[in-house]
Structure formats: structure tokens, C-alpha cells
């Protein structure tokens, strides 16, 4: 029997955790020639998420979890569970139920046809406000032009992974991380499947816009130079229009006999050429800063305990790379 892992990141998901339980164990009921397994990667949460694994994991001995030191964020709770996922293949599902699990038969008859990564396209988004739908689709439309890969539009992080896509992705280390765009950049054979995104099944969205606004910014700058180039075209059209300013000026004074005059007119040139210097280094530091960050090569988490899918066990705290 091939071995298929499950993988939930989970941050506060005491309300929606037991629904998910639920429909996980109904659907590997009904793929019994699969052998499931349910890696939970507890992302320090602060309420019962934790003892409700603990529950799960005593109960059912296909459930493991990873208990890490504190909050890391999505992005590194997948890597975390990356690390420590075992199987031929690799199911990434979020807790909440926005992304429907019954779709993971269809998931492995796409894999069994030779796929290595089917991923899941939203068609349509239930629960959320219209600005976050509309900035997510302009967000997608402005990553695809100006990034090196192609990343599909409307795609999250539901999607099974070939156990050669999961080693590809173990070996993308960088902490400031954009996952969506790693799936695309390591390659192989891959397949969408639509879907109607539900709304959250229980509790509260952890994603604020600061931390969707952070998330974008790291999709652009992991995946594109472009926003430095377009400093330096600003900072090239603002000299080639500055030069012909000045002739313009030369030529009034030598032919018509005008002085150049207008202090209000210069102060505005002043500032505005101020602001796209302050841009220009803004976007420079940014990328500076992620140098800066990797180049300390830190451990990107940190396990405070942990448990397999055969035996209830907890470990030391210990460093994973």
C-alpha cells in the first residue's frame, strides 16, 4: 500500500480542528487502499490545539505532530513539516476547511495517472470581504508579470506533492520564504483541479493585512528584480527629462532672452526628485535586508516536541536545519 501523508500547519484552530478530524478519518476510510497518515505542525499556538493533537495522536496511531518552540508563521510550519512528512506522497491542507479534503481522491487518481504536484485553483472565494478578493487578484496579475516563474493566479497551498517534489523543496532553506512560488520553481508534472473555496469552517482568519501585505512583498522580491529596476528607470527618465529641462532653459536664455525663474517650481522638482531617491534606496535596503538575514544562517524553527504516527513519544527540544 503507498503511503500518503497529510500535512496541516495549524496556529489557533482549537473551534475548526475537531470538524477536520473528522472528515480526514470518513475519507481515508473510503481510500482504504491508501495508507494515511496526519502530520499536524502546531505553530506555538496559544489555545487547546495542541491538547486536542495530543487527543488525536492517543487515539489514532496515524496521527503524528510536530509541537514547535513558538509562533513562525505559516511559511516556516510548512517547511517544519516538509522535514518531518514521510511517504510517497505529500498532502498540504489547511485546518480552517476553507480547501474541501474530499477533493484528495481526485488528488491521487491525478497522481496515480503520473502527476507530481495537483494543485487546487479557486474559482470562487465564499467568506471573505470584496477588497481581499479584488487586491488578491490584482496582486496575482502584477506577481505573473513581473516574476522570473509562472505562478498560477488563484492557487493557495492545497496540493499534493510527489515525494520527489517534497525532497526538491527540503533542499530551498532561505528563511524569508514565499512556498507558492517554490512549488513552481522547483517544476515537475503538474495538474489543477477547480474548486469553490468555502468559507472558514470555525474561528477567526489569522491572516491580517500586515502580514498579507508582508506576504506579498516576499513573493515579489524572492521571485523578481523588478522592482529595482524600475527605480532605475525612474531614476533615468527623471535625468533624461532634468536635461531636457536645462536646454530648454539654455535655449530660452541665449536665443529669447528669458532668465529662468519659478522658485516654487524648483522646490517641487526638489522634493519630487528627493522622493524617488527615498523610494529608490527604500527598495535597494529591502533587498539588502534580506541578504543580510540569510547570511546569518540560522535554523529556520525550532521543535519543542514532537510525536510519530506509531507510538506516542516526545522528544527534547532540538534544532532542525
Known amino acids: 500500500m503507498k503511503q500518503i501523508c497529510i500535512l496541516i500547519p ?3 484552530e482549537q473551534e475548526a480542528l475537531p470538524y477536520l478530524y ?4 470518513r475519507i481515508a476510510g473510503q481510500l482504504a487502499s491508501y495508507r494515511f497518515t496526519f502530520l499536524f505542525v502546531n505553530d506555538g499556538s496559544t489555545d487547546a ?3 486536542l493533537i495530543h487527543s488525536f495522536q492517543r487515539q489514532d496511531q496515524r496521527v503524528s505532530f510536530v ?7 505559516k511559511e516556516i510550519a510548512m517547511i517544519a513539516g516538509f522535514d518531518h512528512a514521510c511517504g510517497d506522497a505529500t498532502i498540504l491542507l489547511d485546518a480552517d476547511l476553507q480547501d474541501p479534503p474530499e477533493l484528495i481522491a481526485q488528488m491521487l487518481e491525478y497522481w496515480e495517472d503520473g502527476y507530481e504536484d495537483v494543485y487546487a485553483k479557486r474559482i470562487s472565494r465564499k467568506g471573505e470581504t470584496w477588497f481581499k478578493k ?3 487578484k490584482k496582486y496575482y496579475e502584477v506577481l505573473q508579470k513581473i516574476s522570473t516563474i509562472d505562478i498560477p493566479k488563484d492557487t493557495g497551498d492545497f496540493r499534493l506533492l510527489d515525494k520527489k517534489c517534497m525532497e526538491a523543496l527540503k533542499e530551498m532553506r532561505e528563511s524569508q520564504r514565499y512556498t507558492k512560488g517554490l512549488f513552481c520553481f522547483v517544476g515537475f508534472k503538474k495538474k489543477e483541479i477547480l474548486f469553490e473555496r468555502d468559507a472558514r469552517i470555525a474561528g477567526a482568519t489569522k491572516w491580517n493585512y500586515r502580514k498579507l501585505v508582508q506576504l506579498a512583498i516576499d513573493g515579489i522580491t524572492s521571485f523578481s528584480v523588478a522592482p529595482l529596476r524600475l527605480s532605475a528607470f525612474a531614476g533615468t527618465s527623471i535625468l533624461i527629462i532634468c536635461l531636457l529641462t536645462l536646454l530648454f532653459f539654455v535655449f530660452e536664455s541665449i536665443f529669447l532672452g528669458k532668465a529662468p525663474s519659478g522658485t516654487a517650481s524648483i522646490i517641487t522638482v526638489v522634493l519630487f526628485l528627493g522622493g524617488i531617491q527615498l523610494v529608490s534606496i527604500g527598495l535597494l535596503g529591502e533587498y539588502i535586508g534580506r541578504i543580510f538575514i540569510e547570511t546569518k544562517n540560522r535554523p529556520l524553527y525550532f521543535v519543542e516536541s514532537q510525536a510519530d504516527s506509531i507510538a506516542y513519544q516526545d522528544h527534547k527540544p532540538r534544532k532542525i536545519g
Open 10 to 12: 495549524t496556529y489557533n
Open 22 to 25: 473528522e472528515r480526514l478519518k
Open 49 to 51: 490545539t495542541l491538547a
Open 67 to 73: 509541537n514547535l518552540s513558538r509562533n513562525y508563521g
Open 134 to 136: 479584488w487586491s488578491s
